[in-house]
């Protein structure tokens, strides 16, 4: 048996918020989450890096934030041919962003 090491994980940055029905105001079933990234006068997509939408209450979503400062925009797909997508919101690269 080797050594024993201790690691210290900080919080990664992300961005978290609920996909619900328009309509109903009733949490919606998520088939996809999409991080994009305002290049130019463009928003492209951002590379998967760790980002996770499951969670245990249906309709809530968590996306990792790339550690570059820039202006974001966060797009869900959901059954039922369902789709919605985030204002713009700005990222400094360090800390995490409140609920949207």
Same mark, same amino acid.
């Given at each position: ?13 992300s ?9 109903t ?6 088939? +996809?989450?999409r ?9 492209? +997509? ?12 249906p ?29 713009p ?5 360090a ?6």
């Amino acid at each position: 048996m080797g050594k024993e090491v201790l690691f210290v994980l900080q919080t990664a940055p992300s961005v978290s918020g609920h996909a619900v029905d328009a309509e109903t105001g009733l949490p919606l079933r998520i088939r +996809e989450v999409r991080l994009l990234t305002l290049i130019g006068t463009e928003y492209r +997509e951002t590379p998967d890096r760790g980002r996770l939408f499951a969670s245990l209450s249906p309709g809530k979503f968590v996306v990792g934030l790339p550690p570059e400062a820039g202006t974001y925009r966060v797009v869900v797909e959901a059954e039922g041919d369902q789709y919605g997508q985030s204002l713009p919101f700005l990222f400094d690269g360090a800390g995490s962003r409140s609920p949207c």
